[in-house]
C-alpha cells in the first residue's frame, strides 16, 4: 500500500463516520467551519487548534507515546451537515490534518458522461473544473500534510441521477470513477 493510500485512509474513515451522524445544526453543539479549519495550519498546537475552533469541538480520540514520539488523534464536528475535521498531532505539531463535507456546497447537476471522458487521469483540478464547468464538481474531502495533499471532488448529473467523483493527489488526478452519467 503506497504511502499517498494510508494518507487518504483517515480522509476517507472520517466521512463514512459522519454520514450517518446527525447534522451539526443544533446552535448549543460546538463545531468547526470551514474558516476555522483553514485558520489551523500545519506545525501549529493543539492548544492553538482549540483556541481558533469552538471550545469542545475537537475531541482527543487516540493517543499513544512510544520511544521518544507522541502522537494524539483528534476529531471535530462540522458545522455543516455530515461535516467533520480531524487533526493528528506528532510530538506537539500539526502533522496532518482532513476536513469531509466542511465546504458546504453542492454540486451544480451539470455533470455530463462527455465531460467525464475528457478528465483524464494525470489531469489537474483547475483542468477539471475547465472541463466540467463552474460549480460542477464540489471537492467533498481533503487531507494535507507536509509533504502530499489529497482532494476528493464529486460531480452530480441532475436530470437523471449520475455522478463523478475524482481523487488528486498532490494537484493531479489519479483515480476517477463514475456511475449512471449519460
Known sequence: M???????A????????????PSASAATTATISKAEYDLIKLGTTTSNMHSIADSGACKLKSSDSSGGISYRHYECKGNKPYSSASFDFVNGKLEIKGQVYLDGVES???????????????????????????????????????????????????????????????????????AGLR
Do not use: W
Request: glycine share 8%; aromatic share 8%.
Open 10 to 21: 483517515p480522509v476517507l474513515a472520517a466521512g463514512l463516520a459522519f454520514v450517518a451522524a
Open 2 to 8: 503506497s504511502r499517498m493510500h494510508l494518507f487518504a
Open 108 to 178: 451544480n447537476g451539470k455533470m455530463t458522461k462527455t465531460k467525464y471522458g475528457k478528465i483524464k487521469v494525470g489531469s489537474t483540478i483547475t483542468q477539471m473544473h475547465e472541463i466540467a464547468g463552474k460549480g460542477t464538481c464540489v471537492r467533498v474531502a481533503q487531507s494535507l500534510s507536509r509533504t502530499d495533499s489529497i482532494s476528493i471532488y464529486d460531480c452530480e448529473q441532475a436530470s437523471t441521477f449520475g455522478v463523478a467523483s475524482f481523487l488528486f493527489e498532490n494537484g493531479k488526478l489519479t483515480t476517477r470513477n463514475q
